[in-house]
């Protein structure tokens, strides 16, 4: 199969991307923003500095540049790395789902099932570990993870690189990026340094909250905001601002009886840990749905009534979630601020 004639390189170059956004967020500011995006492409590497995000820590090695960029972007969107050769990253990660798929549970190679929701990977890159269990340490060491498993693209690592190396294209791309062949180490490099750079900072929330813009909600939205930060509904205790995420496991009550062990899959600690998952971003929430790490939860009214109510008395729930009353009225504010933290300019812009 000729993959080349699949993938537009140089189409869309990402550092240019990347710029425009920060100039489409530099425009749409009324006021001077104290948040925007520096990017310097003169010399590689680039720099994605975000002034209201933690600073991207990136280690030797593992520079975001425009070259490593688009290698691991031609990668994600290629089938190539299946047995099958039906299904890339993208097919679960897809661009205008904020990189999820829209099901409840994905659905591998030959409609195998998984067990869990395939998550949004923006802003992945300051995930301390990956995996709604924390199973995985790193973006380059979660590659080999879809890759392998059966229930997804069940294709062995080893031949993956065989694959991809035989590609002349693939070659061309790689020597660019890394002036290395492509070999296990580089092909896990490009699509995490791809995976790293699809960052996503300017929603309607980030202008209001961070840049000053008092229009950029609306007075629904901001009493959502307001009741998202409240002592009662507290749901900033474990979706702390502004990555939405403290990374920390919890579980938030969705189960009396977990199938999913959580978290104790990794610690084998079912006593300590049972039932316990990443705190979830909220970013782009809207468009990620369903909701949990199982996709139990259909919509944000489901999601809002499931906390409202307590959660089931699972014996490690987390002493948050207790339960609040709350209004129609409050109920729907509290959606209409979920929506607002969804950035349309940062999933536009990585769009094959
Ligand atoms: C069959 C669907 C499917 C395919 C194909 C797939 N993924 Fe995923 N991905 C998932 C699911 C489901 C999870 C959640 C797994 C978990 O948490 O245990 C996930 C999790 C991830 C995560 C962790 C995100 C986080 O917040 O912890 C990353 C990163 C990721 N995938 C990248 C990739 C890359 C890169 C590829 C291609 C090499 C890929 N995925 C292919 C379904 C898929
Ligand atoms: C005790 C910590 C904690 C509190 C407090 C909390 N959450 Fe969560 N939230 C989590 C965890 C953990 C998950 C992931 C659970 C899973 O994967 O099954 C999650 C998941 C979610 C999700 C689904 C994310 C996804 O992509 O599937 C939404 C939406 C959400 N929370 C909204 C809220 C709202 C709104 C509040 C306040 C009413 C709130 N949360 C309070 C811990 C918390």
Redesign the pocket.
Known sequence: MDTKSKIEIGAFPIAKILVAMGMLFFLTQACQPDTELNIQSEPSPLLISINHFPEMSLEEGKELTEEAIAAGKA??FDPI??RNRD???S???LTHLAFS?GRA?????EGRL?N??????FN?AW?P?????G??PT?ES??I???E?H???DLPYSEAITRVAAVDYYQELFQRAFKEDVNPKTLALA??TY?RALVSFNSPFDRYEYAGDASALSPAQKRGLALFKSAELNCVACHVLPLTTDFSFQNNGLYEVYEDPGRARVTNNIPEHEGQF?VA?LRNIALTGPYM?DGSLGSLEEVVDHYASGGSNHRLKSSLITGFSISAQEKADLISFLEALTDTTSYKAYMP
């Open positions: 990668l994600f790395l299946s299904l890339s990253c097919s679960c990660h798929d549970v994905a659905i591998g190679t998984h869990r929701n395939s998550p949004t990977l992945v995930q570990y990956l995996f709604m269990d199973g995985n973006l979660q590659v993870g879809p890759i498993e229930r997804e693209m699509l995490a995976e990443k971003t790490h």
